[in-house]
């Protein structure tokens, strides 16, 4: 278990949780697509979902009654950003099943993002799917914002969180989930002649429960198969590098930027509130960028490159700001905090900024990947869209694993390495789609 979350009053590791979390999400998205094949995108998010809820209740450890204010608000920002997984698991806690209640919300998450992808894509045409990729980014970051903006208020000036203040976030979050859940019955069905690109199996997946266990098996054999071969496209290959960078900083603004501000002794008694603050303005970022970039997307004659562009020079500032304001021995300071010096005196103001910052640059990259995944591979949304999760969630535990041991400066150098020919790669595809609309509809409306 890392130091710091021993300390922080864990009783379960947060970061094993996490990176049990993205390796099983990691493994699991290669079954997926087969998944999604069978049952639909429908049914399998709804699946899901409820599997979030009905599961996870069973497991919860880390929000214990009378645990530090301080372990609460970092576990609040690790775990939002994992969006709803968290709902229920800290209802009653049961620390036995914490970390087997792990493997299985990685496998649900697989399914739900698989899907997700999926049904996005059936639902865009080529001249909504940028659209619908910022509007489906910013929705998933309301979590992240109305999450943090909640426990800041109010957990404000408490040291310690009673039992009754854990279960009343978690219960009311949990039956927020569940009417989300239960919502994805509402999503509209496709018309055949709007859908982006599906092959005409697609359009028959409401007849699915009428056909025959062979031909069940034949779908999922097929889908796995496409998952294989996309793997080694020269599209695929090059957009990973995309990926991984995404997975990458995804760890860095979701576990290790906040518990960096909370080691800063320099920040005195507000680093426990700053730690919540950087998750709301975090949100802030992704919902603000997702918004804009769905909004503009129908009017952008530039395609997708600008976009990216501008989310990696955004997140370059961000890291050069970082790298001033914070001590490198941040991330893996002890439970007492580090008195060590920045390159310049520790600003709060500059910290919650560069929240604000990585939140913005993360909605870059995850829109402009998102749309241009449902373009490329509108007829194989569902295995497109479990690489992209597989290489990111690989990313992302590998980045978790990591973080205990490297310093700051090492961490944003490898950040830096990876966002800059994450974006070349990325710029290529882009110019490859490019050409191919240009043969045959208007590329502006992308």
Partial sequence: MPRRARALGYSG???????????VFSASNLITPSVVAIVGPQLSMFASGLFYRTVVPLCAELFGEGQSLKANLYSVTEFTNLKYMYIAVFIQPFPWSFYTASVFIGIAAAVLWTAQG?????????HTIGRNSGIFWALLQFSLFFGNLYIYFAWQGKTQI?????????????????????????????????VLGEDESSDDQDLDINESPQNNMTKAVDAFKKSLKLCVTKEMLLLSVTTAYTGLELTFFSGVYGTCIGAINKFGTEEKSLIGLSGIFIGIGEILGGSLFGLLSKNNRFGRNPVVLLGILVHFIAFYLIFLNLPGDAPIAPVEGTDSGAYIKPSKEIAIFCSFLLGLGDSCFNTQL??????????????AFAVFKFVQSICAAVAFFYS???LLHWQLLVMVIFGFFG????????????????RGSDYRSI
């Avoid at 999926?118 to 080529?126: G, P, R, V």
């Fill in 370 to 383: 998102l749309s241009i995944l449902g373009f490329l591979y509108s007829e194989d949304s569902a295995p």
């Fill in 423 to 438: 974006t070349v790669s990325f710029f290529t595809v882009e110019w490859e789609a490019a050409a191919i609309v240009a």
């Fill in 162 to 194: 009673s039992e009754s203040d854990r279960r009343t976030v978690f219960i009311a979050l949990t039956v927020i989930s569940l009417v989300g859940t239960v919502l994805f019955f509402l999503i509209r069905k496709p018309d055949s002649e709007n």
């Fill in 404 to 406: 205990n041991y490297l």
């Fill in 13 to 23: 590791s947060g970061f094993l949780s996490m990176a049990i979390i993205y390796g």
């Fill in 118 to 126: 999926n049904c996005l894509t059936i639902n865009s045409d080529e």
